[in-house]
Nanobody, 115 residues
């Protein structure tokens, strides 16, 4: 069973940047799509971004033009570059993929945007 471990969260000022990483415990070469979701306290989980095996990227409306998702199959890693961060980006960020009707989630990494 593949495990996902996110890292890179922390405290950043508005307008700053963070780079999140999601490391898989096994090869990701056959996984069609990876997703990033986030969940703020008291809110539902929200789609942030996805990247397909062919490199197609999709973004949630609230992060479009600020965040960039990528995957490195050689390193079994998915990254989320977050720029121009806003207080409303504060949340726990989760890496996810789905295969054979099973969802795999990481434990999450906390991002706080505050001055």
């Amino acid at each position: 069973q593949v495990q996902l471990v996110e890292s890179g969260g922390g405290l950043v000022q508005p307008g700053g940047s963070l780079r999140l990483s999601c490391k898989a415990s096994a090869s990701i070469r056959s996984i069609a799509v990876f997703n990033w979701y986030r969940q703020a306290p008291g809110k539902e989980r929200e789609f942030v971004a996805s990247v397909s095996i062919g490199g197609t990227r999709n973004y949630g409306d609230s992060v479009k033009d600020r965040f960039t998702v990528s995957r490195d199959d050689a390193r079994d890693t998915i990254t989320l570059q977050m720029n121009a961060l806003r207080p409303e980006d504060t949340a726990t960020y989760y890496c996810h993929f789905r295969t054979f009707h099973t969802d795999y989630w990481g434990q999450g990494t906390r991002v706080t945007v505050s001055s």
